[in-house]
């Protein structure tokens, strides 16, 4: 089955390099130019991942990002010039999965989308003891389903991104475990991770806020110096 991507950038060279890009690695893409039209796309058609540009004129790629996230949980790569943490914490705040820095090497982009479809659409349990022979891990209120994908407290749908979901997975199929950043990142990301890399530490606090929101409960503990943990 071909992946259908939506590229968003209103730089109208970088958007079709980067088409060329991925239609040369067999995926079908679309276009858009600003945040709106984006939007519009989404609402109309099925797509498997967004590679989203922050700079943009109408509506930039922050609030398109937000948009999106009130609606759809499409995998999220966002393209910025700007390289500062800072930057890159509110991108992944945001509700992006993945964020990478103009100008970026067209390998590393493709690499990139990559990881990000694979976490969503083929995760892995290898390595998860606390699942039943259904790829079922029921804990502290949350059934939490591999096949689907998706995340329930009692009958509510609790929505994740695929990342969020990864993490999730993770702490939950081996429940007491302590995890390092560095073996979350490594786990779900599947790539070297760098001392300096705040991407876990966002993402397990967006996924800690939206659990305490539908269970009520800090089902994820951070022990300090370590990592974290999901108890059973």
């Known amino acids: 089955m071909s992946r259908r991507i939506l590229i968003v ?12 890009y991925l239609r ?5 893409t679309d276009i858009a130019h600003d945040g709106e039209e984006a ?3 989404v609402a109309d058609q099925t797509y498997h991942l967004i590679v989203l540009d922050v700079m943009m004129p109408r509506m930039d790629g ?9 609606t759809a949980e499409i995998p999220i790569l966002m393209l910025s010039a700007k390289a500062e943490d800072m930057d890159k914490i509110l991108g992944l705040m945001t509700g992006a999965d993945d964020y990478l820095v103009k100008p970026f090497n067209p390998l590393e982009m493709i690499a990139r989308v990559k990881s990000l479809l694979r976490r969503t659409y083929q995760y892995s349990a290898q390595g998860t003891t606390g699942t039943d022979e259904e790829g079922i891990i029921r804990i502290g209120g949350l ?3 591999r096949v689907t994908h998706t ?11 695929s990342t969020e979901f990864g993490i999730l997975f993770l702490l939950a199929g081996q429940p007491g475990r302590v995890f390092s950043a560095e073996d979350i990142f490594q786990q779900v990301w599947k790539e070297k991770y760098f001392e300096s890399n ?8 967006k996924l800690r806020d939206k659990l305490e929101q539908e269970t009520g409960s800090k089902l994820i503990s951070t022990v300090w ?4 943990k999901i108890d059973a």
């Open 225 to 228: 110096g370590v990592g974290y």
């Open 62 to 70: 922050m609030e398109a990002c937000r948009r999106i996230r009130e």
């Open 151 to 161: 995340v329930h407290s009692e009958d509510r749908q609790v929505h994740l991104t």
């Open 143 to 145: 059934t939490i389903n």
């Open 198 to 205: 705040n991407t876990v530490m966002v993402h397990i606090s």
């Open 24 to 28: 040369n690695e067999g995926f079908d």
């Open 39 to 41: 939007i519009r796309k």
């Open 9 to 20: 950038d209103d730089d109208k060279e970088i958007a079709n390099l980067i088409a060329i």
